[in-house]
């Protein structure tokens, strides 16, 4: 018996450490590592099972090729020499009519490691000269909103709640989205730390709050400025703080004039009486702290909304204090190197840039000149995980399109692919992980051998590399050779990483980063003006609002105005993180979807009343751009106006539904923007 040390894949916060146990190359046991300091010795409730996942008999075990028509389901097998082949022929024929530009890759969240993710997205795709991903689906707008106003994501350790006296969880469901910070959140809370949960929808979390407060979707950054507007009022605001550390206070000031609780009342549809006493609240218990994700970033103010609320703990000068400021992401106490991780330099000039979200519209001919001729997907399944499906579908329908997926299962992706290729788990394949909920650095080392045929990402990488005839040395390293040469030439530059080394890491397994344990003590923000810039000269520079604001939420629901789609009859539909699944991944796992329940939408009574809908119904959503069948669930734990469905359905989901359109900031994804009709079946 063998005892391997991973590490979760999974696109959570928590990145946790795990053991697999391994008897004669056959796993036997996988559990949580009892020394990794942020999983503690348990697993959330969707890894647990995860030999189900890694022996499902579902894997897929060889290349296939399509015969018959796109989607039709008819596969022949063929040999792996055979299926690089002929991407090779396809591509050497894209490449001669129309550059290298024709061919797109399309990776996200399938695993979130530096070998088999980020390295695999940058440099055979940069050294072939393909069209560049924009990575915006997830957070895009608030990553670059936080990176705008305070420099980078610092986020505090999980630990740091045991000296919050209030904690404010804000369009965040840490419950089921980053379930080890909810032990710490509970220690907290014995001690009498009050939790305001401020989420459209009653979720896990809220149960388990001191006051929940339900705003309509998207009107968050409203909230934040009527938040402030009020601490100004009151005379409540830290001025020493703000002069010392913030630029463009003043500004801001002005600007909260718009922001009266009255005028944020009718935005956010809360009582004025609430506003007022969070307000009151916030500003008079110290420290407290906000802790988000990027639910609450995904509509079209995402990124002002993530502005908005990087000011309060400016405001209240809660910043670099114990137990107070903000938990976003601990993502940039290390990035790679990005030389490193991509050899741009040595690579032809970057191809054009194709917004992830906007995938299908691109397939349709948004992009053109040249047209996108071939796709490349990995570690993604954009037919189920991108919004606006059926564009992306139609897009993928396209007989001149040659697709190529590489996946564990057969998605609603891969089922429309000319290629499959067989891909490995987390358990046979060697990477290294950097957490963004937490400053750990973890290896994973392959437990057992790939089923029958399956290859990772980073080995189809170098096929592709051997096919397409590139000889340079960083093409061609082992997964252990790119994890020592990112790291030392990251170490270089951040002392986080002093003395980290793969031979540490392969011998420790997890080791803490060196950071400090309150981020931004010393006052020093790594902005342009090395403050807190709550007026932002860089986003004015790029025609954007260089303050705070709130400028609506709007979706169409892509309908035209033809009698179908009453307007008084809108609903607007959230689809949060499922409780059961990552994203689409997991989702497939028998036992994970019957704890999840068959595909359903939350519904408040009255309008279920309105359209004679009861409990266990099947319904309808749907709007101009598709539809989706769901079960009704009739409950309070919406608000009125609001339904709410789980993202990550195999099958068709209710991004058939969702908008494409893009954010404020960063091409950020709006699935939470969605103007939805509902129908009983
Ligand atoms: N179990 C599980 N865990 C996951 C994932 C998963 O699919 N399942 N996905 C992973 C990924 S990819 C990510 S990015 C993170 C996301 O982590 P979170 O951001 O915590 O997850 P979401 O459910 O997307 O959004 C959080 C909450 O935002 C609420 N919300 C939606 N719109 C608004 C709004 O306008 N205002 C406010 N105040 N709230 C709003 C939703 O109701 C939801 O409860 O989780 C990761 N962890
Ligand atoms: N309606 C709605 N939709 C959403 C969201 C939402 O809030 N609402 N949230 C969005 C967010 S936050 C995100 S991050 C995206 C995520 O969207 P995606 O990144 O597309 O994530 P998944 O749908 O989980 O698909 C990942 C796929 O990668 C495969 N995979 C796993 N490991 C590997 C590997 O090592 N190699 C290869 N080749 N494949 C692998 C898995 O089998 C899985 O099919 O979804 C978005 N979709
Ligand atoms: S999904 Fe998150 S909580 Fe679950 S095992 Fe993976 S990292 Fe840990
Ligand atoms: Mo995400």
Redesign the pocket.
Known sequence: MKKIYGVCPH??PDTCGFITEVENGRARKLYANPEHPVTDGWLCA?VRPYLNHVYHPDRLQYPLRRVGEKGGGQWQRISWEEAIGEIGERWWGIIAEYGAEAILPYSY?GTLGLVQMAVSSGRFWNRLGASQLQRAI??AAGEFAVTMTLGGRFAPPYTAVRYSKLIII?????V???PHFMPHLAAARRDGCRVVV????R?RTAKQATWHIA?K????GALALGLAHIIVREGWQDEAFLAAHTVGWPELRRRLDDYPSQRVAAITGLPQSDIEKLARMYAQTRPSLIKF????Q??PNGGQTVRAICALPAITGQYGRPGGGLMYTASDFVRWDGEAVGKRSQCPPGGRRVNMNRLGAALLGEVSDPPIQSLFVFGANPAASAPNTGQVIAGLRRPDLFTVVHELFMTDTAIYADIVLPATSQLEQTDLHKAYGHATLAYNAPAIPPPSECKSNWQVMRLLVAEMGFTEPWLRQSADEVIAEVLAATAVHNPALKGITLERLQAEHAIPLNVPAVPLANGRFPTPSGKIELYSQALADMRLDPLPGFAGVFDDGGVEDDGRFPPDETLNL?S????????SSLANQAELRQREGEPFVEIHPDDAARQGIVDGDAVMVVNGRGQCQLIAQVTDAVRPGVL?SP??YWGGNVNQTTSDALADMAGQSTF?SNRVWLRKL
Request: hydrophobic fraction near 25%; aromatic fraction near 4%.
């Open positions: 696109d959570c969707k969240s997830c957070g804000w369009g965040h469901n840490p089921s989205t980053a401020i989420d459209p929808r979720t705003p979707p998207g009107t968050d994700a990027d639910g609450v995904r509509n959230i949060p993180a499922a409780h059961h699944f990552v994203s709410a993202k990550g939470h």
